[in-house]
């Protein structure tokens, strides 16, 4: 496989679950980010890793939690969701952070619907 | 703070038609420009993007886009649509020396035959 994989690629829950977002890159970044893509607003910038290590959190809810186990994996753990939160969310990487003039890798988007 | 306005939320046009797409972005320092496209049930594909240098940067799919730092844009054109360039078009800007990229709301683009 190459890119960026999300699983799954569409996902149902009710407010009460608890389900997991994954995201693989297969391109050798190190840096991997989490998005969410509602309409008619412009991409909102949840989470950013670096090496592993949280560098951004974007005043995101606590029942968003995210874990990046090594700089190839990324997830995102929901908890206690709202239908608000029904949205596509994105995973991206690139090869650097700061000093880096390349861009962002996207994968296809979860789609997530909370009922 | 950086921000990106994209004025046009839609944009229809017939076949063979050109286009342009407008990006206009605010930030008192360097920043990196750059044009994604979106088709349904996917996630974001970069067109192209401007580092620096030539201010006329050509991107996939026959589109290109010019830079005007004067003006603060970076508008998106292709000389002759097809069909299949019916998408989303998102603008994005980042500056120099950090990991943000901000995002503009996105314009759609919807070609007619």
């Known amino acids: 496989e190459t890119g960026v994989t999300q699983t799954p690629r569409h996902l149902v829950m009710g407010m009460t679950n608890k389900k997991s977002l994954k995201c693989e890159q297969h391109?050798?970044?190190?840096?991997m980010y989490w998005y969410k893509q509602s309409a008619k607003k412009p991409l909102e910038l949840m989470f950013v890793?670096?090496?592993?290590?949280?560098?951004e959190n974007n005043s995101v809810p606590s029942r968003f939690s995210p874990e990046c186990p090594n700089s190839s994996h990324l997830f995102l753990h929901l908890h206690t969701l709202q239908p608000e939160d029904s949205a596509l969310y994105l995973c991206?990487?690139?090869?650097?952070?700061?000093?880096?003039?390349?861009?962002?890798?996207f994968g296809e988007g979860s789609r997530l619907t909370v009922l | 703070a950086q921000s990106v306005t994209q004025l046009d939320s839609q944009v229809p046009v017939f076949e063979e038609a050109p286009v342009e797409l407008r990006c206009n972005y605010s930030?008192?320092?360097?920043?990196?420009l750059f044009w994604y496209v979106q088709y349904p049930n996917q996630g974001l594909q970069l067109l192209l993007k401007?580092?620096?240098?030539?201010?006329l940067v050509k991107g996939i799919n026959g589109f290109e886009a010019e830079f005007n730092k004067s003006q603060t844009s970076f508008h998106l054109r292709k000389p002759s649509v097809h069909i299949s360039d019916t998408a989303e078009y998102f603008c994005a800007v980042r500056r120099a020396g950090t990991y943000k990229y901000i995002f503009g709301t996105g314009t759609r683009l919807k070609v007619l035959a």
């Open positions: 991206a990487s690139s090869a650097q952070l700061a000093g880096d003039t390349g861009e962002l890798f």
């Open positions: 890793y670096s090496l592993e290590e949280r560098v």
């Open positions: 401007y580092l620096s240098g030539s201010t």
């Open positions: 930030s008192s320092v360097s920043v990196y």
């Open positions: 391109l050798g970044h190190n840096a």
